[in-house]
């Protein structure tokens, strides 16, 4: 999410060991070669993970596209499912973290002999990277919200570029948001190839009217676990839904509007392009999300311990 | 280029130094953060450059690509024009390199505070890494060729994702690569959003038929300096030359085709999903233009002399 | 379907006797003018049929799609559907074929005065071929499945050329199937105009992943009679199916897959582009819309019968 | 060209003998087996020549694109260039033909084992037709000119059917002209997939404003004989030409237009979707264009003669 | 609705007033500054509006729509919605109309100080001009119908100029229809940015196969009042209904065809590109939605007495 | 152009006289009916045109695209150009204006039996109005420079409505403006469908970049006569040009930058999405071409002079 958002150093944050290759090395030693294929050529696939009361949320959503994201770019992680859940469990023990921590799993493509683009040319093992720390949204983006601003740069379609793909190439993305912070937006909103509504540059968004949840179909978005749990969680409790091909001018009458993503659930949007949200923020269907959301948190982290108990 | 290429080994490259922001440092210890800009998002530009009897060729205009596409993604380079090409010069210097080097500039937004898109988050200073290495192409390519395969995978107009800019995101290319890896291709011939011929994966495409040369029209591939020089030695020695947007099955019947890029100069293509160019390999055009290529890289490295001498 | 599959020819298909105009003629004077539409402009529509345990299986089915095509280009067939069905049986009566024909209707615009594309320069009626074969997949394709490779030819949108009128100007396709017999595929997969999975160039597309079948939403392939029954079986039989826009990499990561036709009825898919099919050949989903196939056809064949019984 | 053409029936077509596979025979028995390719899919391709003063004009730039056509659907045509040139000959000479003979060579994938797609079901050579009978434009139709109106169905792009291939899979085109015959259209004006105008339905399609001849710039049109002859004319004698994507108010509002093709070369336009063309019937660039073509046609048999004499 | 509709001049409609910026003006004395922005512009949103049994039938959708539009163009309309209820009454009490009127409710940004089109040079409040007239579709046309023909002018997509918006610009719409009126058109059927069936030039479409009714989704026709209705009648009498991507020929092929617009309420079309609608004028299911329309009105007109009454 | 140029009232501009279908009336007498089509539809034509010495600048120009415009509508002016003439020089006579003037001459299809949009049901004859006013670009404008801000908004095809149609429908262009003002846009600039820079919402749109002038090819922009006054202008004066499909992000890097139309002329832009012009305001090319401007006015109104003297 953009970096209007008040992140607060944590000082808990202060003497992180980071997941390195199989070591849990200090923040400052965590470093990789200049001819590793995440650092040349952006080749890797990522993950973000929330801790809460002692699990890691929606952990199997997020290692099934793990591991999909790197069969679709025919990465070899080197670690299979249940090593990488180990290796992430090893990184939370070393900072002694057991609720609030936020993960982020990266796997690249590992050392190359040649920098070029040839995957052939990888010398060794995947590059894996575990990196967790205490963040929060602070607690005033709630009330104050986001900016958003539609960019020029519209979103890759899957025969190009597919954004469901969760990369280390965030190149396409920075340039849209690069684009809309000149004009105030804290996050940039996109429009799919055909110039329909479709994600903004770093979470998934969606807008209320009259009471009905609108967002795009997916073809031209993140494949987000937020995402899907909102969806979820409108089917669960009849909060109409409407997945659309939706003109910006549908988003600018919005009651109000959120975006998702890991790191922040659900955020509320405070204007878009200029138009105020005029359902308050947050608006009270954003709001009930958010407490349904928070529940399913809460829940998920039981049902987890639960398995986890003997 | 593909990694079909084979690329000796050369000794010489045994204790390389590698520049990292303003240290020449072993190229085993040139190692960035995991939190660096180019590493968990591919939020970088650089640039191929090529030492030629003492003379880095063409560097003005590897020079205006490198800050243009700096400020094309509000990244600051830290260092100007002149200091820029000291550090080039520092690194051969470093590596007593005087012909044949081979660098790798590479500029990323630095270390981020938050791993996220934004980029007012990076905490300092671009990184910046030049590696220089002694490489060749082989000698055997000239005659084997390259074969290449068409990917399903399409270029990305400028509005989504600009080709021309030399960025660190290469995943959509690579995946491209991917995609004819197992057809035989060492590097992917590429369509652009219309279907019409555009680019390589990792290079220029260029072809010939009846004597004429023909490639795209640049709107959908890089902004190849070799590719550049070629069409200006086109123009400048009667070589009819054609850009335009041209169906697939062009290159297909074509007599012989050859692609484009700083490494590999001018470098024959042998097969083109599977059609052969029956003009030889390199075909007699591809071979002239090698010709004159070579010259005008003598030519340039005599001029940096001159330039040079007191 | 493509070549690979190994029509074992049969020794009953000897003397057979085609339907040319209301004659039944043997096969080696089966023939038409060089200057028919058919022949010089590819200007017909046709149905393939199975003949199974007596009966001609969803004849309404065939017929309704001939008919509708015949009414799109505008071309008389000069016998109404009772006629057809007389002809159809009687191909099938002087072949003395009683279950396992299959059969290719043809209906070409006849002979031309003029062999331009003006169909008002048709001499008189229209041709009717109806050829009658014993035809079977082979056993073993059940077992070694069909190999597909993505074609760069895409399908044509309805406003140049429907891919749903199934017609004699087989050309489009056929260019795809060479686009990918020398990367060893036996079909070609096709994508849409907007690069999304459509359709291979002679059967339609299935694949299932987690248990759901998927295909394309129908706008850009075939109008097939198969098709429209194995959704059906999977409405009826709550076998999960989703009909959408789909990036080929999902096609990829498929757990199975099929295609469907009239001949093979649901065959099995080995590899698509290299990434082979980890259920199994054929897989269980795909087994079991075999299986309810199988039925199918019975349950139709003995509908057939009764209706036909005094 | 259009059904509206009225083609005088010639007494001396009366006993016309075809070229079928290294037979002349009579017209009557010119058939090809309902087993052939070019009857069950369209698969084939072929030219229209036109005898003139004893010489085939523009015969190399026919057997180009023949053999160019042939080599993209790899289709073994079974004749060199010279035996060919031959058997053209030869079907003139068993007709007497001298002068003014229109041809149409057509070569299809011959006989199937199966009439699916897979060009491996080729039983064996091509099938190779030459008609060649007495047949010219109406004298009238530079007078009264044709009537075109712009169909809603669009040429295809290169990635799904390329114009340029002169094919026996013409339904596309005779879709388009089945939609303008109720609006009294003798041939369609057919616009490309942006929307601009390309072709019409069987010939090529140019308008004169304000002196300057236009057409479309070849992507999505026949690759035209005469088409390429016109362009060189009006280079030539300094005739205003403009190849580019035009709308189509703008051929609404030309002072003149015209087709090509090589059986009626330059036919003047009447209307255009009821615009009447104002410049006259034929306009005056168009009358100094057919005669600046009869002359080239002229010295095209005369250089053939000399080029024939020992 | 095309011009093909006979509208009896009624005698009625001899001394109309007309709502002008809040004044009761004779009809002949309603008029506006040539500097207004609707005249020199375009620029504003409109509501056609009908009175039956007394009521404004489906007032609040008609009021919903044109607030909404004019916030989509930051049109501030000087009026509230009670205040504009007010007004169209107001009108009709001038006129003594209590049924059967039809009202144009017509608001632009009002007289520009510089005729430019920015909005922020409008001098003052906006106009706004209710127009009442005492019209009637004609009695034959329900058995006569509308013919229509396709415009080879495409409807516009929402990121360029949204056809739900209902504006005073409507120079688009009328060009799709001078395209077709010399093709005997009364109404131009319009297709959308991909070539599937989207609208009419000045009403919605829908037509009728084998007892479904279907139209297009929506993103590219307009949000008509009277579409929305027949949408909500098909699904509350089981009326199979199917919103998708059409091609013209399913309409061409259709048992029966109508229009929809609040003036002619249900209009049955005849025929289609010259192809004749084989059910009937009106066709049975087209009949059954009228019936079901007038129950609507009337329980309208009723419910809008019990409201309105003490 | 945009609002932020500050217009100032002239006091000659006080007693203004409006031509008005045959009739000089006061300003505030100028009024047309609310029936009319320009009212109800935004059914018409315009030209702006500037007086200047005289002399009505580039006549022939605009009533070429005047008439043009009227005929691609069907749309009979009801005088011919003589007529025309004579009416502009009466307005310009009944206001004793000399030099300075600016004129908006606008046409549309006159008042309507019935408000839709049928052209047919125009009552009578086009409605004619000629506005003369005094009126001047800003002094400071040339320093000051307009701010672009570019819309996601894009310019229509011509398949769908045709930007070089200078009509009374500017409704699309507005909302593109609207969108750009709360980003301090004093002026849109606008995509093509293709995403490359076209135009701005109500002016044309050059930069300059290393001493080369660039704009867009034309198709999907006005047809300005100061746009092809400064194409002239740079061919002749060997000032290189290029019009070619560009990204935003060339146009972000310009070195300088303007916008073109018949009442500003040559108006310089001092930031576009917030990158500044580096190379002042204006820069020397757009000063260069300001000048040569200049002295082309001079030269045309005493052309114009010379040529009505007897």
Redesign the interface.
Known sequence: ???SQD?TADPRNANLK?W?NGQLVPK?E???????A??????GV?EGLRQHKGALLFLDAHLDRLY?GA????LDLGLNRAEMIAALHATLAANDMTHGAHL?L?A?RGVK?????????ALGAATI?I?AEY?EPSAEIATKGLAL??????????????M??N?????????A???V???GGDEALM?D????ISSC??TNFFWVKDGEVRTSTG?FCFNGVTRGNVIRLCDANAIPIKLD?F???DA??ADEAFVTGT?GGITPVSRI??HAMPAGLPGPVTQRLRTLYDALKDEQALYAQMRAAP
């Open positions: 999410m953009a970096g992140f980071v390195l400052d965590a470093k990789v070669s200049v001819f590793d995440g650092f040349v050529l952006g080749d990522w999909a069969a679709d770019i025919a982020r990266m690249t002999a040649a920098v070029n683009q040839d995957p052939r040319n990277v990196v963040k601003a539609t960019s020029t740069i519209r979103c890759t379609p899957a025969d190009m570029f597919d469901r793909l990369s280390h190439s965030r190149l396409p993305l920075i340039r948001l690069l684009d912070i000149p004009k429009l190839p055909g110039g329909f540059n770093a073809e091909f003109p910006l001018r600018h009458a790191f392009d200029g």
